[in-house]
Structure formats: structure tokens, C-alpha cells
């Protein structure tokens, strides 16, 4: 639909519509200002003269006043006044996608297809996830005024081959006219870089957005608002290649004739950032005491450092790892002038409570540096020295994830009126957090955030992502996680987003048996389990009776189910998990321990008496540091390394009975060598 809309420009202010090839100019004078009409090479251009004369308030007033006028000049092109150029020959559009005819058609039979799909899985309630918009991208949006250039869409545009042209920064405005109406534009862009794509819509509308990529076909889409919602599109784009926008209702009422959407495409080069920090707890010496010398105790380097690498690999963030935090570099801004702590991803490995983390190391010179980062506390105390917290509560903070990996750092806070780190944090700008309840063992947190991350740079959400993540771990602390705010928050789109949403598959994770085509749908609750024990005696010929059935209720109507195997009453830290969604198993996965050798394991019987229990919890307590307040200790029988063992799990508190105290856990492992030969 051929239309024009409010236009002002910081320089000289143009509309442009697509209609024909021939110059033709008209003139107006208008109270105030002036304006030009004129058609050039197959576009209809407005220009609102001495742009740049007008203050902000004036360039308001005047946009506003040229929307008013508008209305009548589109009735006098529709009574077939002078400005009518119905009659001009038609400007032929030029299709250089590259793509053959063939290409197009098996193009377009893909997105027809995909969108199908979109559209059964939005009724049935799954949204595909996208990057969320930074904030100062909408700050820009709210700042905006209707400036540069704007065109019409020129119909027809309904298909790859005949797409509109779109430039950066200039609005194109169309309409939805019919139940069957699409309209198609294509924009290439010289760089790579994120772009912001924008659908405004009608007030009484719903429309859905799609971007399209000839290698990718529908590599994102923004379909979740209702009537009168702008849809929004965040993305990563490469240089020299066409992309596609489509635009249509999202129901077959969804249309309007007169009532037009407008499209702008942003380019921003800003660079996003990701802030990852450990601490090597072991090497803390004040005065070369030996008192606190820790040698088998916390290193929280090495994850962080993985995760730098990891998030790296997406070529998005500008990724910032430290391993030897103090204050300062803490409290530091990144390159563009942003908060560190504000970063696009925050990762946080230290010693933990509800409202805040610690460090605490020698640094390269052999001196002990001890800092924090807290909810709003200025200073604390460790070991009696006074050191200072870095508040985020000074911090703008625009994270899409910031994870507090630490204990307890997700457990309500001993003041009512406090909140703890993950609810702080989103509460006060960021997309996303997640922390822990319980005291979480270390080996087992680094294994679990390693997992985590893998699965968020490949396009999954946080909350799928800690479900994965959570495969190997049956009843373990560190599946005591929470996520705050949006927890189908992505940091990456991943590789073409391997992930299917759908009525029968809302979270398909690399299960290898449903890939293969082995799984045919599997119904399950908490009471009633038989079709997934009837699915893994069936496709691995196990005996059950080996395996201890462990179940965790979640949100979402999620529950996890762990088949845990067992020799000799010793957990062998191998199994089968699944999640079920709605009575539907949604992800299944064999988890193996090769380390194990059954024919050996299975030999023997392996007595544990209380004295074997009380001396494995004396030897894990003596790992503990003088100073440290033992709180609890928990014992497991477990196979590690082939071997049978006690697991002891030793909870501590730091800094007892202070307002800064954090807690910790560390496993311990003693060996059962007495071994009875079976007869």
C-alpha cells in the first residue's frame, strides 16, 4: 500500500517512495517550513528543508505538524490531484539476490514450512528464544526521532525475488492488506557486525517478523508480542550477503489496509562484553605463615579460564578473564566506558553467601590480596584484616547473564529485608541470574558450569542449559541452582540455534536415541515411571535391579529423572537420565562411566563399618583450614577411579559469626582397600 508518513531529518529530512523512473517536481508552502516533492529515479522523495536549523524541541513540533498535513495529501492522491502519479509508468524491480529460480522455490518451501511450525508451536505456547536488545539500543529507540530517510514498501513484494530494498537507518512503511498478504525486503550490509532489526505495528494488530538468511533460512524471528507490540529482531550478521525480512499477520484477522507498520533496520559496532573471574584460594599466605596453606584446596581458575575461551569462540564478546582480581580491575570499566560487573555475561567463582563472593589469594608478588563482590556492603573482614566489597548496587548493570558460582549464593539472606545476588542483579538490570542454594562442592560446580557453558554458546537457553548440565549429577547439591528473571535467556544463537521447539519436542538436546530414530514418544510422571524403565531394559538390556531411581521436581512442569547404577551398594556414578515436560520425555541420555571395570568391581564384597566412616569424616576434616568452622559433614559410598571409596563431603563456614562470612565444601576421598573375594 502506497502511503507517506511523518518525516524530519537532523540534516535535510526525506521521504522516499518506490513508484516510478521518470524526474517530475512539485512544490508547497507551508506555515513555518518548507517542503519539496519531488519523484527520482523510481522514488517518491519528500525533503523538509533547513534541517539543521531547528532545535530538538522544533524538529518535534514540526515532524508532528507534517503528520496532520500528511493525512490530506494522501487524500488528494486518492481524489487524483496534481500529486497523483498513478498513471506514471511502473519502475521495474531488480532481483539480484544471485539465487536461481530453483533456489528460491526450495528457499521459500522452507520458510513456508518453518514459519507452519513456528506458528502450531506460538498456539501451543513455545516461542523460540532470541537475543535480547542491549538497553542502550532501546535507549536509542526512546531518544529517537523520525529523522533521514523513509521509504514505502512498492508492491508487489510478496515474494524472495521481488523483495524490497532496505538501507540502514531509513524507514520503510507498508501495509498488511489482506489474511494473505506477505511482504518481503532484503538488505545487505558491508561489515559484520549485531544489527537491530524493528517492526512497529498497528495499534489493533499482531504481526510477526522474520529474518532470513539464503544459507541459513530462518535464522531468527520475533512473533511473541500482541496487538499493537513492537517486535524486535537482535542479531549477528555477516558482510556481502543478502538478508530478508518478512513481514505478515499473525492470525488470519491480523491485517489492515490503511493502518501501516513501519520497519528500521540499525547497525551497531559496539562491542559486547563478557567478565570472567577466579581466584587460586590456595596460595592465601599472609605473612608466609604456612598457617593457611591449602594445597589441595579451592582453584577457581581454570573454569574461569574455560569459560573466557569458550565465550570467545562465538566471536561476539570482547571476553575479559581475570584470575588474580583485586579491587581495582574488579571496580574497573570495560574499553567503551561500561561497568566490568555490568558486562553482557558476568561469571563469579568464589567462596559464597546469599549477598556477596569473596577472593582471596597471594597475588605473583607473594602478597595476600583479599577483595568481594556484594549486593550493596562498602567493606568486610577476613582473617581480621578489613578489605573492601565492590557494591554492585553503584553499578549499571546490562547483563544478559551474570552466574554467581558459589554456595549459597541463591539461599535467602539472613535479613529479611536484603535480597540475595541473583534477585539483586536482575532486580536492578540484568536480563538473567543464576546462583546456588546449598553449599556446592567445587569439583563438582567447575564440571557443571563447564557443561552449562558448552550449551549456552551453542544457542540454548539458560534454563535448558542447566538442565543438561544437570546429567551427570543425581542428588547432588549443585543441581540446587535458581535462575532469576528470564530464563529462556540466550547469550548466543549458536550455529543455526540446534535447537527444535515444538508440541512434541519443546527441548530436543543431543539425545543420540532420539536422533537415531529410536524414540517413538514417552509418556511419565513422578508416580508413575514405566514406560521410560520399560525404554531403557528394551534399547540396553540392563537389569534394573542394579539402578536407584532418583526424581527432582522443577518449574515448568519439569521433572528429572535418574536411573543410577549400583555395585555392591556403591553408587558407580553412571546411569541414565531424562526430563519430562507435561508427562512427555523431552531429552534422554546414557551417562557412562568408563573408568569402571564390572567384572573386576563385581568380584568382591566391600564391608564399611562405622569406624571406616568416622576415620574417612576425621581425615576430611583435618583437610579443613584452622580458622574455618566445620558445619557439616556428609558421607557416600561411591565408586571413583574404579575404585570403592567414601566419599566425604566437608561443609565449612569462613569468617564465622561475621557479617561478611561465606561457606564452602570440599570432598575428600578415602579409599577402601579391604576387599572380600566373592565365593
Not at 524486535?232 to 543478502?242: L, S, T
Request: aromatic share 12%; hydrophobic share 30%; net charge negative.
Amino acid at each position: 500500500m502506497r502511503s507517506f508518513k511523518k518525516i524530519f531529518a537532523a540534516t535535510a529530512l526525506t521521504c522516499l517512495c518506490l513508484n516510478s523512473m521518470n524526474i517530475t517536481a512539485f512544490a508547497y508552502s507551508l506555515p513555518e517550513y518548507e517542503v519539496k516533492e519531488t519523484i527520482n529515479n523510481g522514488m517518491r522523495v519528500w525533503t523538509i528543508g533547513n534541517g539543521d536549523s531547528y532545535t530538538r524541541e522544533e524538529k518535534i513540533a514540526i515532524s508532528e505538524d507534517f503528520s496532520k498535513k500528511r493525512s490530506a495529501m494522501r487524500s488528494n492522491n486518492a481524489a487524483g490531484s496534481k500529486n497523483d502519479i498513478s498513471g506514471i509508468a511502473e519502475f521495474k524491480k531488480i532481483d539480484d539476490s544471485g539465487l536461481t529460480d530453483e533456489e528460491v522455490y526450495e528457499l521459500e518451501s522452507k520458510i513456508d514450512e518453518y514459519i507452519k511450525e513456528s506458528k502450531e508451536n506460538k498456539e501451543a505456547g513455545y516461542v523460540k528464544p532470541k537475543l535480547s536488545v542491549p538497553k542502550s539500543v532501546l535507549e536509542d529507540e526512546e531518544n529517537e526521532i523520525e529523522t533521514q530517510v523513509i521509504y514505502d514498501e512498492y508492491e508487489p513484494n510478496d515474494t524472495i525475488k521481488n523483495a524490497d530494498k532496505l538501507h540502514l537507518d531509513e524507514y520503510v512503511y507498508g501495509t498488511i492488506e489482506d489474511r494473505d498478504d506477505v511482504d518481503y525486503y532484503k538488505i545487505k550490509f558491508s561489515e559484520m557486525g549485531q544489527v537491530y532489526f524493528r517492526l512497529s505495528v498497528p495499534d489493533t494488530e499482531d504481526y510477526d517478523f522474520y529474518l532470513i538468511s539464503p544459507s541459513k533460512t530462518v535464522i531468527d524471528e520475533s512473533t511473541d508480542g500482541l496487538d499493537g507490540e513492537t517486535e524486535r529482531i537482535y542479531a549477528f550478521v555477516n558482510p556481502d550477503e543478502y538478508y530478508y525480512i518478512r513481514v505478515e499477520g499473525a492470525g488470519s484477522s491480523d491485517y489492515d489496509d490503511t493502518e501501516e507498520y513501519r520497519i528500521k533496520v540499525r547497525f551497531y559496532d559496539e562491542e559486547e562484553y563478557a567478565f570472567s573471574v577466579g581466584a587460586d584460594f590456595r596460595s592465601y599466605d599472609p605473612g608466609n605463615s604456612n598457617k593457611y596453606m591449602d594445597r589441595d584446596g579451592i582453584d577457581t581458575t581454570g573454569v574461569a579460564r574455560h569459560i573466557r575461551t569458550l565465550i570467545r569462540y562465538t566471536d561476539y564478546y570482547d571476553a575479559i578473564y581475570i584470575d588474580e582480581p583485586t579491587y581495582n580491575e574488579l571496580n574497573d570499566k570495560n574499553d567503551d566506558g561500561t561497568d566490568r560487573l555490568g558486562s553482557s555475561v558476568v561469571f563469579l567463582d568464589g567462596h559464597g553467601a546469599p549477598t556477596h563472593i569473596k577472593f582471596y589469594f597471594n597475588n605473583n608478588d607473594d602478597e595476600p590480596v583479599v577483595c568481594g563482590v556484594s549486593t550493596d556492603a562498602i567493606t568486610g573482614e577476613h582473617d581480621s584484616e578489613e578489605f573492601n566489597f565492590v557494591k554492585l548496587s553503584g553499578k549499571e548493570v546490562e547483563s544478559r547473564l551474570m552466574v554467581f558460582a558459589a554456595c549459597r549464593t541463591a539461599d535467602e539472606p539472613k535479613s529479611l529485608s536484603n535480597k540475595n545476588l541473583p534477585e539483586y542483579a536482575t532486580d536492578n538490570g540484568a536480563e538473567c541470574a543464576i546462583g546456588w542454594v546449598e553449599n556446592v562442592e567445587t569439583g563438582a560446580l567447575t564440571g557443571w558450569n563447564e557443561e552449562f557453558f558448552e550449551r549456552l554458546v551453542d544457542g540454548y537457553t539458560v534454563y535448558e542449559s542447566a538442565l543438561y548440565a544437570d546429567k551427570k549429577y543425581p542428588g547432588d547439591e549443585v543441581t540446587s541452582w535458581e535462575i532469576y528473571g528470564n530464563e529462556d535467556c540466550i547469550i548466543w544463537p549458536g550455529d543455526g540455534t540446534p535447537i527444535s521447539r515444538s508440541v512434541a519436542m519443546p527441548i530436543n538436546i543431543d539425545a543420540e536415541a532420539v536422533s537415531n530414530g529410536n524414540y517413538i514418544g514417552i509418556k511419565a510422571s513422578k508416580d508413575d515411571l514405566s514406560q521410560i524403565s520399560k525404554y531403557i531394559v528394551d534399547n540396553y538390556g540392563v537389569d534394573l535391579d542394579d539402578y536407584k531411581i532418583i526424581t527432582k521436581e522443577r518449574d515448568n512442569d519439569i521433572l528429572q529423572v535418574y536411573y543410577e547404577r549400583y555395585v555392591n551398594g556403591f553408587d558407580a556414578r553412571e546411569g541414565f537420565y531424562a526430563i519430562v515436560r507435561d508427562g512427555e520425555v523431552i531429552y534422554f541420555s546414557k551417562n557412562e562411566n568408563t573408568a569402571n571395570d564390572y567384572s573386576y568391581l563385581e568380584k568382591y564384597t566391600v564391608p564399611v563399618s562405622d569406624e571406616d566412616i568416622e576415620k574417612a569424616k576425621e581425615e576430611a576434616a583435618d583437610e579443613i583450614l584452622a580458622g574455618y568452622e566445620i558445619t557439616e559433614q556428609k558421607v557416600s559410598k561411591e565408586v571413583v577411579n574404579g575404585r570403592y571409596s567414601l566419599v566425604v563431603k566437608t561443609e565449612y563456614t569462613i569468617d564465622p559469626g561475621t557479617d561478611n562470612e561465606v561457606y564452602g565444601c570440599k570432598e575428600y576421598i578415602y579409599w577402601i582397600d579391604r576387599l572380600i573375594l566373592k565365593s
